[in-house]
């Protein structure tokens, strides 16, 4: 027994990945300035863990990147959302590296990418360079950094990935980050994991206070539980010289000196990463805002951050024993900030069932389920939920009350309406959108096939049939109409569509395609005069917009160049 327990163990640490294995100075840092992070590995995020280092660029964009070793471009991507304009290299030794974001490309990479963009005339492009096409040397300059797609500030995402793709904590490369304050615990949950489970008399998940210790770190008053029982946390690491709230590094914990978890944010593939949703407490996060990471693994639940699990991390409390369940938060360089819980093992009655709601539809999540109600069909499928869930599912009119947006979903679930008899506006205006928590409507992609709208959608909530019968509207942001604008280096206009969203835009002067960059966060489309398409004095733009639903307004300027 013995032996084979001892076997395990090995077999468990040497699926750990050891840093000096992995090669320390291979990779220098893309970016010459000191490296202060915003967001770190593996850090929480909407519906996925963060899947690099998110640097700071002291607030401004246009910072030189340089490639941090040899290798080739394999992939650009330039998109309006996500990552914005992104670049990935090959390096020789397997690994690649991701920069996410940029404000533009470097000499022959951004020359590659506008010839292609004219050559296709779209803005957004994705390319697989041959290995040989576009080749770097360690400390060439390959782009700078931006805030392009779905960044909220200037600041350079980057990435170190595998031979399979899947990303790893670049801190393992030897990026080394000064941090010498301890990670923060905010909140302590206990959670009751079967039928007859109890927790300071609540069979619900329960907060713990936490209290202080002198030495920094925490216990909590004696907690009286029964059965099987897991705890959560909701924690941050904060490092020098920022105030950001990143992830931290690792959280283990044991049961009277038995290690019951190891988790761990190094490596995971972006196949699990919405899985996110199971491991944090949703409906914690949804309600209070409070990201509580579950310190137990559920079913459904495939992550392999959990680097050694003893019982999937669920202890059993037995009645007349005391024990002690700790946690220790434990970020990159170290720091660790412990939680130390006593609990005494007290059989309580509670005689109290609960009672469930007859209206509720019970939801299976190993099979495949159809609702119909009132005009709406929804169809859900296996696995889409993580479990067996009670949904409180309405209509009135063409408004669908679909639960609430506290049960997380990881499989696209159809919402389906028939709209032949709808009288009132066009047909083809119309789209389902989904209700903000004020009510207003925003686009959910809609598919239509004949008079049958699809929606497909991984957030439930309320939903509604909506027509937008209004065409986007355009307006010269830096120039007027009919003037000289001889020292402009740009071309800037306002675009905008009041329900929808913006579809598509295609943009000429003189006939000839210009490339124009849609910033949705500033809803200003540019082109940048350096491209040189225009050779006359006198110029006529023709911009088209068109929204989610079809609806397409045109834009016409004329405007004078001193041309050379
Ligand atoms: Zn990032």
Redesign the pocket.
């Known amino acids: 027994m013995k032996t084979i327990l001892a076997a395990l163990l090995l077999l468990t640490s040497l699926s750990l990945i050891a840093q000096d294995n992995l090669p320390q100075d291979y990779f220098d840092s893309p970016l010459q300035i000191p490296i202060i992070l915003s ?1 770190s590995f593996g850090e929480l995020r909407s519906n996925h863990f ?1 899947s ?1 280092l ?1 640097i700071k660029t002291q607030q401004v964009e246009g910072i030189p990147i340089y490639a941090p070793a040899d290798g080739y471009i394999s992939r650009i991507k330039v998109a309006h959302y996500g990552y914005g304009k992104a670049l990935y290299i090959n390096h020789p030794n397997g690994y690649s590296t991701v920069y ?1 974001h940029l404000k533009e490309y470097a000499g022959d990479i951004e020359d590659f990418v506008k010839k292609t963009q004219y050559e296709k005339e779209t803005f957004e492009v994705e390319l697989f360079p041959e290995a040989t096409q576009l080749t770097v040397k360690k400390g060439d300059l390959i782009g700078y950094t931006g805030n392009t797609g779905s960044s909220g500030g200037p600041h350079l ?1 980057y990435e170190i990935r595998d031979s399979a793709s899947r990303p790893m904590n670049p801190m393992l490369f030897g990026v080394d980050v000064p941090d010498i304050k301890n990670p923060i615990i905010t909140t302590l949950m206990a959670y009751p994991l079967e039928k007859n489970a109890i927790v300071n008399g609540s069979k619900d998940p329960i907060k713990l206070r936490l209290i202080l210790q002198k030495d920094g770190s925490y216990t909590t008053e004696k907690v009286i539980a029964n059965g099987k029982i897991g705890f959560g946390i909701n924690t941050v690491d904060q490092m020098n010289g920022a105030s950001n709230k990143n992830g931290v590094y690792q959280i283990k914990t044991n049961y009277n000196g038995e290690e019951k978890v190891d988790i761990r944010f190094e490596r995971f593939s972006f196949s699990e990463t919405r899985y996110l949703n199971r491991y944090i407490d949703y409906n914690s996060y949804k309600v209070n805002r409070d990201r509580v990471q579950k310190l137990f693994r559920e079913p459904n639940n495939p992550l392999s951050i959990f680097k050694y699990e003893n019982d999937k991390g669920i202890i059993e409390v037995e009645d007349g024993f005391s024990s002690i369940f700790n946690i220790d938060v434990i970020d990159f360089k170290g720091n660790t900030t412990s939680v130390s819980i006593p609990i005494e093992g007290k059989l309580i009655e509670i005689s109290e069932e609960k009672t469930i709601d007859e209206s509720l539809e019970f939801v299976q999540s190993d099979e495949p389920t159809t609702i119909n109600k009132g005009k709406f069909t929804i169809f859900i499928p296996k696995k889409a939920l993580y479990e067996d869930t009670y949904l409180s599912i309405t209509t009135s009119g063409d408004t669908l009350h679909f639960h609430e947006d506290v049960v997380p979903v990881h499989k696209n679930i159809s919402v389906s309406l028939n709209i032949d008899n709808y009288v009132g506006a066009d047909k083809s205006k119309l789209f389902i959108a989904r209700l903000n928590y004020r009510g207003d409507p925003y686009y959910n992609s809609t598919r239509r096939r004949g008079n049958v709208l699809t929606a497909y959608t991984r957030t439930l909530g309320d939903y509604a049939l909506v027509a937008d019968t209004t065409a986007p509207k355009m307006s010269a942001v830096n120039f007027t109409e009919g003037k000289w604008i001889s020292s402009n280096k740009t071309l800037e206009i306002k675009i905008d569509d009041d329900l929808s969203g913006i579809s598509s835009y295609r943009a000429t002067i003189n006939g000839k395609f210009i490339l124009m960059e849609y910033n949705y966060k500033k809803d200003v489309l540019t082109y940048d005069f350096d491209d040189a398409i225009i050779s006359e004095t006198e110029n006529n733009l023709k911009l088209i917009v068109t929204d989610n639903v079809g609806n397409s307004s045109t834009f016409e300027a004329q405007f004078f160049r001193k041309q050379l």
């Open positions: 967001g963060h690099g998110d996410a995402h």
